[in-house]
C-alpha cells in the first residue's frame, strides 16, 4: 500500500486581499476549499479568527506543544493586523503550494516578532524587500511526520490434524466341528441245540446284568484373552521459519535552494527534449507523452536530489525501481526505465554528450 504524508504549510501576510489572493490562486491549482484556512481581524471582530472552509478552532491545532514559539509568533502577528493562511499539502503537490504561497509576498512574521521585543516595528514597506527564498524559508512553517514501521513477529498454536480412536464390544458368530461318541446296546437272542453242559447250570443260577448306554454331547466354554494393544502418543518437534514482510518508513530529503528562486525555476526541466526522444524512442508504442513525462520527470528530479548525486544510475537503479513503484504503480519499471535513465542523463550530462557527439 502506497503511504501518504499530509504536510500543512501556514504563511502571513499583510493584509487580507494578498491572502486572499493567495488563497484563490490555491484554488485554482486544485486545492480543496476544505484544505484552505484564513485567519485575521477584521475591524468588526473581536475574536482572532475568521474562517474559510469548515473546520473551526482550526489556529491552535496548526501547533504542536513543541512549536509553542510559532503558535505565539503567528498569533502576535494576527493581532498586528496579519492576515495567516494554512493549507495542507500532499507529496506531489507540496512544492507547488509553497512556490504559490511564496509568489504573493509572504511576510517574515518572526522577524516582526523580534523587532517588537526590541521596541520597533517593521512598516508595511519592510516585509516587502524580503527575498522570495528567504520568505519562503521563515514564512512557511510545515510540520512532517517521521513514520516507522516495526516489524512484531508471535506464534499461535494451530491445529493441523489428529487422530480418534474409538473401541466397541461386538458380536460375531463362529462355528466349530467336534465328534461326538454315542453308545447303544443290542439284544439279540439267538435259538441253539446242545447239550446243558456245568457251565450252563452255573449261568442258570439266578442273576442280574446290566449294561449302561453312553453318549458324547458338546460342552462349550469361552475363555477370553488380549491379543493386542493400541497405543496412542505425541511427538513434539520444533522447526525454525523465517518470516518475510515489508514495513514502511518515512523519508525526508532537504534540498537548499538558492536566494530568489523557486525549486521550478532552478529546475528548468527539459520537456522539449524529452518530447523529441519520445517520438524517437516510443513513437510507435501507441501511447502519448503524457504517458511517459512522469518517467523523464521523475529521472531528472532524482538525478538532481542529493540523496543520488554523484552516484551512478547502475549502483541506485533498484532503490529508484522500488521508488518509482511506490509513486507510479500503475507504470511498470521496465516499461518506463530508459525515459527515466533519459531523464537521468539529461542531469549528469551523459545525453548531452551523447548528442554532441552525433
Known amino acids: 500500500m502506497e503511504s501518504r504524508t499530509q504536510t500543512t504549510l501556514v504563511a502571513a501576510f499583510r493584509n487580507k486581499p494578498d491572502a486572499q489572493a493567495a488563497a484563490d490562486d490555491l484554488r485554482a491549482n486544485g486545492f ?21 472552509g469548515k473546520k473551526k478552532n482550526w489556529f ?33 503537490n507540496l512544492d507547488t503550494a509553497v512556490d504559490i504561497l511564496n509568489n504573493h509576498s509572504p511576510v517574515d512574521v518572526h522577524s516582526e516578532a523580534g523587532e517588537l521585543a526590541t521596541g520597533k516595528r517593521a512598516g508595511a514597506a519592510g516585509g516587502a524587500t524580503t527575498s522570495g527564498a528567504t520568505t519562503s524559508a521563515q514564512a512557511a512553517s510545515r510540520s512532517i511526520p517521521v513514520v516507522q514501521e516495526e516489524l512484531r513477529v508471535g506464534k499461535r498454536p494451530v491445529m493441523r490434524g489428529g487422530v480418534r480412536v474409538y ?9 466349530e466341528n467336534v465328534r461326538l461318541r454315542e453308545e447303544k446296546v443290542n439284544v439279540e437272542r439267538q435259538p441253539v441245540n446242545r447239550p446243558v453242559n456245568e457251565t450252563d447250570l452255573k449261568t442258570g443260577s439266578e442273576q ?7 453318549a458324547e454331547e458338546p460342552v462349550v466354554s469361552k475363555n477370553a484373552r488380549v491379543t493386542e494393544e493400541v497405543r496412542v502418543n505425541k511427538q513434539a518437534s520444533e522447526r525454525t521459519e523465517t518470516v518475510r514482510d515489508t514495513v514502511r518508513h518515512t523519508e525526508v530529503d532537504v534540498e537548499n535552494l538558492n536566494a530568489g528562486e523557486t525549486r521550478a525555476q532552478q529546475q528548468s526541466i527539459p520537456e522539449d527534449d524529452f518530447r523529441r526522444q519520445f517520438a524517437r524512442t516510443h513513437g510507435d508504442s501507441g501511447l502519448s507523452y503524457e504517458d511517459y513525462a512522469p518517467a523523464y520527470r521523475y529521472g531528472y528530479d532524482m538525478a538532481s536530489n542529493p540523496k ?7 549502483q541506485v537503479e533498484s532503490e529508484l525501481r522500488s521508488d518509482y513503484g511506490r509513486r507510479y504503480p500503475t507504470n511498470t519499471w521496465d516499461k518506463m526505465k530508459d525515459s527515466v535513465r533519459y531523464g537521468w542523463d539529461k542531469v549528469t550530462g551523459r545525453a548531452r554528450s551523447a548528442s554532441a557527439s552525433r
Open 308 to 314: 543520488y548525486r554523484g552516484r551512478d544510475f547502475n
Open 60 to 92: 491552535t491545532s496548526l501547533f504542536s506543544h513543541d512549536d509553542a514559539r510559532d503558535q505565539v509568533v503567528y498569533d502576535t502577528a494576527i493581532r498586528g493586523g496579519r492576515t495567516v493562511i494554512s493549507v495542507q499539502a500532499g507529496e506531489k
Open 32 to 52: 480543496a476549499n476544505n484544505d484552505i484556512y484564513v485567519s485575521s481581524v477584521d475591524e468588526n471582530e473581536t475574536s482572532t479568527q475568521h474562517l474559510e
Open 208 to 214: 442280574v446284568i446290566e449294561v449302561q448306554e453312553f
Open 167 to 175: 473401541t466397541r464390544v461386538v458380536d460375531q458368530p463362529v462355528e
